[in-house]
């Protein structure tokens, strides 16, 4: 075994390796056309290449870079420090980032999406314009500065101020509309604009403004607050300003803007979050620590929430949330699980509900919260109405009242029709009897041939020929290669691996892979199984209070047709435990040369492995015969770290 833990840490560094130097050179790609006026990828997508680095390398050389300016201007030094904040993506890593910075109150401003400008005052006169440039040195662009809306030659109330006055120079939306809606955005035309040698085109933009430092003398301010009402008053146009008692209360207010952004006249990727007391000492840093960048993400969008409708999976109803399309990471999404009862009833959703929608990393989008109702119901308007949400209280296929725990709303009927189908499919699933198809199984469920697991067993080729031959071939008693070929896999796939039959029988939210880690954790007979109770399942990783009693309690339902199939060895389980690929998990992407993708999977069940159809931070290897793709599963599995092999390694690791 020594051999596949040595194959699984090269394959894993040397993954790593190349993603990191992949991750560096589209970065300073990035950043390069960024500086130069022709951004060619959003902020969003510019973050996730740099937290991605941060994780993987967070010394790269890369990370202490700011940028460069072209050569078409001089060079001038900026008078206070220009350097990029911590970023948080989502709630969750803004909460870890005020955790540590526990505030009586924090103060919210608008992360303007334009470019950064200095502007440096001797007396309350303008003698310099710099821009961002590499966060100590940048382009002189004073002509053009001075062309630009909100540029003050001369300070309206402070005729002794010297220091310097920084914001961001942005183009509206109403302007690019009008004047340069043949650049990609508002900031693109505003970064080249701006840089333009003969000045062209630079009275359309705007200067909006957020922070100043007096380099000589006492500032004019006291703190942050203090610092914006002394821009307004001097004449700037600047960001608003919201002070937020609690982490919480900036959180709620973040949903509230994401609502507006878009009734925004100008562009903006985020919020500034820091403390009312002005740190200098933090502030001098290349990345100040006590202040963050709250960023919006392409993968997050707020929503109304227009019905609620419940899908029925088995025994089970999930509420599924109805609302106003949005766009997420691409694509249009107008419905996200609400996951259960318990956690429609802990976010408060209701219809009408002004929702977060997020997408991160996931497939399947979700509800993460409720925007609080800071907005008033005059703003708005028809929107404003709510209703609560009705829930389903009959089973709609046998009628038995539905019970109503937190964590699940489901018939408890076990003979009910619906429940009994969508085991026998799940079976069919994990039993891998690919011939036994839907409708065959339909019928046969309609006409009472199959009732349960082990009734599939039980079928002969006279009861399945009707279902592939017409009246006449029936009657004259001709053969059915069909039901031939059903009977057939039937039989060929009596032989399963623990988790697979364990989770056959389709027991709320017990897959193969949460099976196996019950197997693994010692439970690796089905009479451990059977004898397992609800706090020795809760221990094992993966699980909690929640699951582990849906899977014990799903165990004591089915644990006599489990005991019978195995004792009339009409299954039996084979022990894996000692396999070449045991407590290891896989995932596929692409194609294989030797054998479909099946057989490989096979191998890996037989082997005493798990298989996985996406990537996750628990999965141990990718398998693809294109390690070097760009594709989504190889850059995650860079991301976290899992090794990415070919069909051939896979290979040996199973011999």
């Not at 025994?315 to 429609?344: C, H, K, M, Q, W």
């Not at 490989?600 to 990537?615: H, P, Q, R, T």
């Amino acid at each position: 075994m020594s051999d596949l833990f040595d194959v699984e840490a090269a394959s894993k560094e040397s993954a790593k390796s190349v993603r990191v130097k992949e991750l560096a050179r589209l970065i300073k790609k990035y950043q390069d056309s960024y500086y130069n006026g022709e951004a060619e990828i959003s902020d969003a997508e510019f973050d996730s290449l740099w937290d991605e680095l941060k994780s993987l390398d967070p010394q790269n050389p890369i990370l202490k870079k700011v940028g460069a300016d072209s050569g078409n201007f001089p060079k001038a030094r900026h008078v206070m420090p220009m350097g990029s904040q911590e970023k948080a993506a989502d709630p969750e890593q803004f909460f870890a980032w005020a955790k540590k910075h526990s505030y009586d109150e924090y103060l919210v401003e608008y992360k303007l999406d334009g470019a950064s400008l200095e502007l440096q005052y001797e007396h309350g006169k303008l003698v310099r314009a710099v821009t961002r440039g590499d966060g100590t040195i940048g382009d002189d662009i004073t002509v053009n500065a001075k062309k630009m809306r909100g540029v003050l030659s001369v300070l309206k109330d402070s005729s002794s101020f010297t220091g310097g006055v920084r914001g961001e120079v942005i183009m509206t939306h109403s302007t690019h509309k009008s004047f340069f809606s043949d650049k990609a955005n508002c900031r693109n035309a505003a970064n080249g604009l701006m840089k333009r040698k003969d000045g062209e085109g630079v009275e359309h933009l705007d200067f909006v403004c957020y922070d100043a430092l007096s380099t000589d003398g006492e500032n004019p301010f006291s703190d942050e607050e203090e610092k914006i009402k002394w821009l307004v008053k001097n004449g700037f146009a600047t960001v608003p300003l919201y002070i937020a008692k609690n982490p919480e209360d900036v959180v709620n207010y973040r949903a509230e803007i994401m609502e507006k952004r878009a009734s925004l006249e100008y562009d903006i990727d985020g919020l500034v979050v820091k403390e009312r007391a002005i740190d200098f000492a933090d502030a001098s840093r290349a990345r100040p620590e006590r202040q963050i960048a709250f960023k919006f993400s392409l993968e997050e969008a707020v929503s109304i929430v227009r019905d609620v409708e419940w899908s029925e999976s088995g025994a089970t109803y999930t509420p599924v949330a109805i609302f106003d399309p949005v766009e997420l990471a691409g694509t249009t999404v107008r419905r996200a699980s609400l996951a259960n009862p318990d956690t429609l009833r802990k976010l408060g959703v209701k219809i009408g509900s002004h929702v977060v929608v997020v997408k991160r990393g996931e497939i399947i989008p979700k509800i993460e919260s409720v925007v609080k109702e800071n907005i008033s119901a005059e703003k708005r308007g028809k929107d404003s109405t709510q209703k609560e949400i009705e829930f389903p209280k009959k089973c709609a296929s046998c009628g038995t009242p539905l019970l109503d725990t937190p964590a699940r709303l489901y018939c408890p009927n076990k003979n009910c029709p619906k429940r009994i189908l969508h085991q026998i499919f799940k079976w069919i699933e994990c039993a891998d009897i690919r011939d036994l198809g839907e409708t065959t199984v339909n019928e046969l469920f309609s006409a009472k041939k199959i009732n349960s697991i082990s009734s599939i067993y039980d079928l002969t080729e006279e009861t399945l020929a009707p279902f592939f031959l017409d009246e006449k071939s029936v009657a004259e008693k001709k053969e059915s290669l069909g039901a031939k070929k059903v009977l057939a896999s039937i039989k060929s796939h009596a032989r399963l691996s623990l988790a697979q039959f364990v989770a056959g029988f389709d027991i709320e939210g017990m897959g193969e892979v949460m099976v196996q880690k019950i197997v693994d954790a010692g439970y690796n007979t089905l009479e451990k199984i059977l004898a397992a109770d609800a706090a020795d399942i809760e221990k094992i990783y993966g699980f909690a209070e929640i699951s582990a009693k849906n899977f014990v309690e799903g165990i004591l339902e089915n644990a006599e047709e489990m005991r019978s199939l195995v004792a009339k060895k009409i299954i039996v389980i084979e022990d894996a435990s000692g396999g070449a690929l045991s407590g290891k998990s896989f995932c596929f992407t692409g194609e294989l040369v030797t054998m479909k993708r099946a057989e490989a999977e096979s191998l890996v069940k037989k082997a005493g492995g798990a298989v996985k159809s996406s990537v996750t931070k628990d999965l141990n290897f990718l398998v693809t015969n294109d390690t070097q793709s760009g594709s989504g599963k190889n850059a995650k599995a860079a991301k976290f770290g899992i090794p990415i092999i070919d069909e051939k390694e896979f290979l040996s690791m199973v011999n």
